[in-house]
């Protein structure tokens, strides 16, 4: 009997803990009096209201607001968590240390998934979560195929589960080559993709359907070919970039450029051609034959011309995540529109990858940022930040350290430090 007494007692707890979980997931919350970077069509929104539950925001300015908990932003700036790409934050943590690198290895292809290796713990994630990074896309480094691999969306919680889709696009690394030619590079693609074409058309006029699995990379190319997941080629030289667009006509790709040095030089065929870019705004030198057009007004130029601009940052850009928000203020400052460089690190990047957040939007993921004054700024800082939903801290390993080395105490340094 006292046996049962204490299954009984336990079996209780845990429904009162699992129904006090519950209800905490599904509290709704309002910020009020906001300014509202929405980074869609609707623009800017003064004394605005937006309010999420269970993760997603379900309302803007309702006629009333009904939600458990409310939080006055007292007319700060609220704009979507931003969103990095083209990097390999929580898969590298000291460049310098080859133990601490996951991003590729010599035998990477198209099937080669880093994601496997992402540690959400790193201590570059906190640091980048105060530049009001949400998400961000990580790609792999590569090997000696054409193929670098396949790139993923993570979010920037720091929870086990941040992977939020792996395998979303490949990655092809193009351009200039110490040894040998670009020209082969580009026809090794051609080939893969004109290869699996074939079987394609082959297996679809077969009286008979092929019951075998086929492998994995066929599957990938396959996926290429219908469009289903983006190609990502970094690219720059002009005509490159033109041989480009004529292979998305070819075989009707998902086609997104990076890097794109001399994409001004092209701008009008990739406008027409609906291929967004990804590309730094502070890229003012060229770094290379293929960029000889690198300039600071780059991405306020693509923007006018039509095309789908996203930011990133160049160089070490897993460690230097946190200055995307910097880079677009330079982008502004030369010619970008504010809410066309406020799209550029949040909603195009979220289009490109199909990531359902980057927007302040009914139906879109919470991942808000609420800033000290606008968010392009050096001065002005994130005061909350919420990914899907939950409130996550800023607090980074810097500021644990100046924490550290500034605490005065009586203990001689040795013991302090």
Known sequence: MKRFNKSVLKKSLLAIALTSCSSAWAASTAITNATIYTATEQGVLENATVVFEDGKITAINPNTVNADNRFDAKGKILTPGFIGSMNQLGLVEVGAVSRSRDAGFKKADITFDPSLAFN?????????RKG?????????????????????????????????????????????????????????????????????VKAKSAKKADEKDPPKEEKILTALLKGEKPLIIRASRAQELLQLIKLKKQF????????????????????????????????????????????????????????????????DSSHNLYQL?????????????KSGAVKAVSANIANMFGINAGEIAVGKAADLSLWSADPFELSSNVQTLWIGGEKVTTDSRQDKLRERYMKKSDMPKAYSK
């Open 120 to 128: 959400p713990k790193s201590s570059l994630i906190p640091y980048a």
């Open 132 to 200: 009001g990074i949400t998400r961000d896309v990580i790609v792999p480094s590569g090997g000696d195929s054409i193929f670098a691999g396949l790139a993923s969306v993570v979010d920037l919680s720091g929870e086990f589960n941040s992977v939020q889709t792996s395998k979303v696009a490949v990655l092809v690394n193009l351009g200039s080559e110490s040894k040998g030619s670009r020209a082969h590079t580009l026809k090794q693609l051609i080939d893969k993709l004109e290869g699996q074409q074939k079987k394609l």
């Open 325 to 337: 928000r910097f880079d677009a203020g330079n982008a502004v400052s030369n010619g970008m529109s």
């Open 252 to 315: 009707s790709l998902n086609l997104i450029i990076a890097d794109a040095g001399d994409a001004v030089a092209v701008k009008a065929q990739l406008a027409q051609a609906k291929v967004p870019v990804i590309i730094s705004a502070m890229d003012n030198l060229p770094g290379s034959f293929d960029s000889l057009n690198a300039s600071l007004e780059n991405a306020g130029i693509l923007e006018k011309a039509g095309v789908t601009v996203g930011l990133t940052i160049s160089g």
